[in-house]
């Protein structure tokens, strides 16, 4: 839908225009090719005017915030507490006033005298409430009322960013499969839904409005200020502004000489998928406690699960020593006889591997809210799984080829070659997903995965040697 390629203005990192590689009119939500000179900003980087959205000026406070966005159609004029939140929104349509608490969170909004919607908090924000009360002609008992009527309350389905994806009502729909009258099962009633690409920029074709609905928030769970450049492109963040189009802020980060490598118009770290940004001071970063929590409950699966393939496959792996034990002499025979036990070793081997693998992906999504880190224990897991997983493979391949006196040799270097190439990669694959250039972390959490890694690749060893020692123990006999 776009290429875009972006052009700065010469010796800074203040952008100049955007072009698009894809032709105008394809998407209508899409950002176009604009004109050089595009974007204009005041002489300590604020961003003045934007000609392709039609701002032609753009006013800020003393505290990097905006105050008034002038457009052909209007001004947006913005106030603030003394705490810097947002007080007050007014179009030429009218205006919208905040009611906050003490930490600035949003209780309430009004509308021109009407109370439009009350929000619903657990440890954050989980929905809203919209009773609609004229409050100029208000009875004593509106809001108690307007509380008991059901469809008027909205939740939020978020994921790890806090995006908002989708609204559902506090109602329930009932389903009539063979239109006989009676109910058969309720479903959900969904308000809204949203996705997103990874910048915040809502996708065509992948959002769902019922009834004119509308949520106030969307993207990292900010409120969208749909007056400025349509909906869903134009975000608050604390009011320094952010086009999710363009992956941009509209002023420097305030924090971010903290961080030179990185254009101070960068948004969370321009890595968006794994860090958010909510006030515009610094991307949020991963708690030690929080990071340790996904790797505990990553390493508890793994353990169960392949305890679990180890008491699926006991039975195989008896089965096999006792077939190698039987016979030592006709190698092609013997090979041929119990060629499906020894495949049957191999195929558990490969089995746990694999079950480590799914365990490790698993991990990996849920540590996802770690803000990017807690996703390496599962990560890493995933590849020592993959590697366990290879030796059974090979393990598979080596019986197919087994044959005279290179069956001994044949199973012991593949196994042993196996368990060097794990201990090796599954550190490399620790060390590259738990990078080191995080203070106090990474050597705690290298040093717990590797022994999860020690787990895998131990249960393995040990099973296949047994196997192997018995050969030989009936070998020597012979």
Do not use: C
């Amino acid at each position: 839908m776009d290429n875009l390629s972006y052009n700065y203005k010469a010796g800074t990192n203040q952008l100049s225009h955007v072009a698009d590689a894809v032709a105008a009119g394809n998407y209508p939500a899409d950002l176009d090719s604009q004109q050089p000179n595009n974007y204009s900003y005041d002489k300590i980087g604020n961003l003045l005017s934007d000609a392709s959205e039609g701002i032609t000026n753009i006013d800020w406070n003393v505290y990097g915030k905006i105050k008034t966005i002038a457009k052909p159609t209007g001004n947006i004029n913005y106030t603030y507490d003394p705490a810097g939140n947002r007080q007050s929104k007014t179009l030429n349509t009218g205006s919208t006033y905040y009611v906050r608490d003490a930490q600035g969170n949003t209780l309430a909004t009004y509308e021109d005298g009407t109370w439009a919607e009350q929000y619903l908090y657990g440890s954050s924000r989980i929905g809203m409430w919209k009773p609609t009360i004229d409050m100029n002609l208000a009875t004593p008992t509106a809001g108690s009322d307007k509380w008991k009527q059901a469809g008027l309350k909205q939740y939020e389905l978020t994921n790890h960013l806090g995006n908002v994806l989708t609204t559902i009502s506090d109602k329930r729909k009932g389903i009539d499969t063979n239109a006989d009258g009676i109910v058969d099962y309720y479903t959900a009633d969904v308000t809204t839904a949203q996705d997103y690409y990874p910048g915040g920029m809502p996708q065509p074709g992948r959002g769902y409005v019922q009834n004119s609905a509308k949520m106030r928030f969307g993207f990292n769970g900010m409120e969208n200020d749909n007056e400025v450049a349509g909906r869903g492109n134009h975000l608050s963040f604390g009011d320094y502004g952010y086009s999710p189009r363009i992956v941009r802020r509209w002023n420097l980060d305030p924090m971010g000489y903290q961080e030179p490598g990185l254009t101070p118009y960068q948004f969370g770290f321009n890595n968006p998928i794994n860090f958010a940004d909510p006030d515009g001071r610094w991307p949020e970063l991963p708690t030690w406690g929080s990071i340790k929590k996904s790797y505990n409950v990553a390493k508890t699966s793994i353990a169960r699960n392949y305890n679990t393939a180890v008491a699926v496959s006991k039975g195989a792996y008896n089965a096999t020593a006792r077939a190698i034990s039987q016979s030592a002499v006709v190698t092609q025979k013997w090979t041929a006889k119990n060629k499906g036990s020894l495949l049957s070793v191999a195929k558990s081997i490969q089995e746990t591997g694999d079950k480590a693998a799914t365990i490790g992906a698993v991990a990996a999504i849920a540590g996802a809210p770690v803000a990017g880190v807690g996703a390496a224990p599962g990560a890493s897991l995933a590849a020592v799984g993959a590697i366990v997983s290879g030796i059974g493979a090979g393990m598979e391949v080596a019986v197919e080829l087994i044959g005279g006196s290179s069956k001994n040799a044949v199973i012991t270097l593949g196994n042993e070659a196996g368990y060097k190439a794990l201990s090796k990669l599954g550190d490399a694959a620790i060390d590259a997903a738990v990078p080191g250039n995080l203070p106090d972390m990474s050597s705690e959490l290298k040093e717990g995965m590797k022994q999860a890694a020690g787990l895998l690749n131990d249960g393995v060893k040990d099973k296949t040697n047994k196997v192997i020692d018995n050969y030989r123990d009936k070998a020597k006999d012979k």
